[in-house]
């Protein structure tokens, strides 16, 4: 590292050393990844509260680049509970998505891997750590227990399938036990119906190109509910989706929550999405959570900086301003993070102590968490606990 | 699945103002036939203006006869007797309208009719084309689909460092190579021929075995020549496909990690296979002018190659317009297949 002569510059010894590192360490997670016929006690665990639907617990996820490790998730910990809906916002690549990927073990293979902490599934009868789960194994969670909706809806559909045989393969494979092809299409044209799509008949039949980017995203809610998952994972639903599609769609989710038992972890940069779906809130930045609390702690009462610039730079219906607030700089460069709040460069509220090392977690109330140095007075006068 | 595709396109097409895809295919030809003219053309300009004269050559050795008539004169009774008095355009219109007759002239070099020899050479060039052609779809789609799935692995560097060999080398060096080692050290082979010394007294299988024996080594240096670039073609595709955002969503169906690839992403890398190999389907009948040549195999590729030196018009101008309607063909075939394989694309 001494060598290193600007930031960002690799000499190409260093780079081939980073990346027979890098190789060594993946080789050996992806070979246990991939071992076959592990036995079920080996990832079997126990919830800390059977309420909760996920647990979190101090995750760490690393992508191990030719530039060097990138801790795209860094102690992450949180829950979501059974039948709630958990927010998480932040700006692109602070690791929300990589915490959900990491879920479903969808990350980037072989560089994207879960070196550290636990995330703890509820399967109703008993519980899982997907964390220590090998490939094959997690399989049979994907769209079962976990279903996700992703992002890009004109992209995530197989070109040169059609919609009800797409939809179809997900019940097959997890709910397809003496089901008759009729029954499938039974269900699929069901769940068409469920998600507001009215020439449901017609749109079984037809391939992805011939529907629009909001009937896409529509097919993509559908096969997520397919089987009735406990946990949904939507990442960004609505942001590649045109303003009024985009309502659209977060009424359907609105209904859909109620009708559904699931879970849902809705992911969004957008807060006033958040502030209409989520029962809990969880504000992530650089890998890290700032805040967590309800949807009522985090925008009535924001504590984070960050979070308090995040709500500065929503627009307000009805008040005029000449120009939109936006925090200052931008997001640190996520290899070799220094060791202190990673916010500091860019906070307003900086106080002496913030040079110190990275804040630990705050309750301010017994919803309401935050990691940040301005608060540590009232840890101290409360004498709250620090986890 | 594929079956149902079809019937769709067909059906779709149908629904948008006719029989489209018969309206296009009609519209293809048409246009084709345009290209093929002007092809012609510049093919028979070409020739006529070559050094290699077969009247040059036949009027030498008619003059060096004992009492023959001198060199000028037997060269203007030839070029009188073969049309080549006329200027260039009244010649290629000439050679048009019995081409268009079907009628396409003797051979000067082999002296039967063209379409006589055809008949007689194609035969072998097919099966060679064929049997190169199978080959290497069998070696190049399932490698490159492997390099593909295990990208930067060790297999995937041998893979394709071969598939990079076997591009770079030039036929006729390789099939060289293939006769240094296997005709002269090994002498498992003979170095060139379709036949051995003995084949009139073997019998029927003894033949055939004697014949399949003469055909390893060209089809061998055809298929490695060739297996390269198509393999790189099936990584380059596939490792697009995998890196589509439908395969992350195959996955996160909970699918087996066998049926995502082979299921989902291996039907997507399909479409510019099928493209590209049904495109070359007519290319069977092409022949391979370098490696027959090279290993003295009398298919069409060699004997266009001995017409052309000779200078032997007729078979010349027939083997470069059969290429060029196969080149035409061929690309009519692979838009077609186009629209058969990918839903989203319709011809207009």
């Known amino acids: ?387 | 699945m594929e079956a149902g595709n079809i019937v769709i396109i067909l059906r779709f097409s149908d629904e948008g103002g006719g029989f489209s895809l018969r309206n296009y295919i009609i519209k293809r030809v048409i246009f084709s036939i345009f290209i093929l003219f002007f092809v012609t053309l510049t093919i028979y300009t070409l020739i006529r203006c070559l050094p290699a004269s077969y009247v040059e050559t036949m009027a030498m050795q008619l003059a060096s006869k004992p009492g023959a008539k001198p060199y000028e004169e037997w060269v203007a009774q030839l070029n009188a007797s073969y049309g080549l008095d006329q200027p260039i355009l009244i010649g290629y219109f000439h050679w048009l309208s019995d081409f268009a007759h079907g009628n396409f002239g003797d051979s000067w070099r082999f002296t039967v009719p063209v379409i006589q020899k055809f008949r007689e050479v194609i035969g072998v060039s097919f099966v060679m084309g064929a049997i190169s052609l199978v080959l290497e779809l069998v070696i190049a789609i399932p490698l490159g689909v492997v390099a593909a799935t295990k990208q930067y692995s060790k297999a995937d560097y041998a893979i394709s460092a071969s598939a990079l060999v076997g591009i770079s080398l030039p036929t006729f060096f390789f099939a060289t190579i293939l006769k240094l080692i296997f005709s002269v050290k090994m002498g498992w082979f003979d170095t060139h021929g379709m036949v051995g010394r003995n084949f009139a007294q073997l019998d029927a299988m003894g033949k055939f075995l004697d014949q399949a024996n003469h055909l390893v080594l060209p089809i061998a240096t055809l298929t490695i020549v060739s297996v390269g670039s198509l393999m790189r073609y099936t990584r380059t595709n596939m490792l697009e496909v995998l890196n589509a955002d439908y395969i992350r969503t195959a996955r996160a169906k909970g699918l087996s990690e066998g049926k995502v690839i082979y299921h989902h992403a291996f039907r997507n890398t399909l479409i510019p296979l099928v493209t590209i190999v049904g495109g070359s389907l007519p290319g069977l009948f092409s022949g391979a002018l370098i490696t027959e040549t090279l290993f003295s195999i009398p298919g069409i590729g060699f004997t266009s190659y001995q017409a052309m030196t000779a200078g032997d018009i007729p078979f010349t101008m027939f083997y470069l317009s059969f290429i060029a309607v196969l080149t035409l063909a061929g690309n009519l075939i692979s838009d077609i297949l186009y629209a058969v394989v990918d839903p989203r694309v319709r011809l207009s």
Not at chain 1, 85 to 98: A, H
Not at chain 1, 174 to 182: A, F, I, L, N, T
Not at chain 1, 288 to 299: N, P, S, W, Y
């Open chain 1, 1 to 387: 590292m001494a060598k290193r002569k600007a930031e960002g510059y690799l000499s190409g010894k260093e780079a081939r050393r980073i990346s027979r590192e890098n190789r060594k360490i993946t080789n050996e997670l992806e070979k246990k990844r991939k071992r076959k016929k592990v036995p079920e006690s080996e990832y079997l665990t126990k919830m800390h509260d059977p309420n909760n639907a996920v647990e979190f617990d101090n995750l760490h996820t690393y992508f191990f680049t030719d530039a060097g490790t990138v801790k795209s998730v860094d102690g992450v910990s949180y829950e979501v509970p059974i039948g709630k809906t958990v927010g998480v916002v932040g700006e692109s690549g602070c690791g929300k998505s990589v915490t959900s990927l990491s879920l479903m073990q969808l990350l980037q293979r072989p560089q994207g891997q879960i070196v550290e902490g636990e995330i703890r599934l509820n399967l109703g009868d008993k519980a899982v750590d997907v964390a220590k789960m090998p490939y094959e194994a997690v399989q049979h969670l994907r769209g079962n227990f976990v279903s996700m909706i992703f992002q890009e809806p004109m992209t995530s559909l197989n070109p040169v399938f059609r919609i009800g045989d797409q939809i179809n393969e997900v019940i097959e494979l997890h709910d397809g036990e003496g089901k008759s092809r009729e029954d499938m299409k039974k269900r699929t044209i069901e769940l068409l119906e469920m998600v507001g799509i009215a020439n449901s008949e017609g749109v079984y039949q037809m391939f992805p190109h011939e529907l629009s980017g909001g009937m896409r995203q529509r097919v993509c809610i559908a096969m997520a509910l397919a089987c009735n998952p406990r946990v949904i994972i939507a990442d960004e639903p609505t942001t590649a989706l045109d303003v009024t599609i985009q309502a659209q769609v977060l009424d359907l989710l609105r209904s859909l929550k109620d009708k559904i038992n699931s879970s849902i972890m809705f992911i969004t940069h957008d807060l006033g999405v958040i502030a209409e779906m989520a029962d809990y809130v969880v504000v992530m930045y650089a890998g890290r959570i700032v805040e967590k609390g309800t949807a009522e702690d985090i925008f009535y009462h924001p504590a984070h900086p960050y979070t308090i610039g995040l709500m500065a730079s929503k627009p307000v219906v009805g008040r005029q301003v000449d120009k939109l607030y936006s925090i200052p700089g931008k997001v640190p460069n996520p290899v070799n993070m220094p060791d202190y709040c990673y916010f500091k460069d860019r906070c307003e509220m900086c106080v002496e102590k913030c040079g110190g090392e990275y804040p630990c977690e705050v309750s301010i109330s017994p919803t309401h968490k935050v990691s940040c140095y301005r608060y540590y007075e009232i840890k101290n006068q409360e004498g709250g606990d620090v986890s």
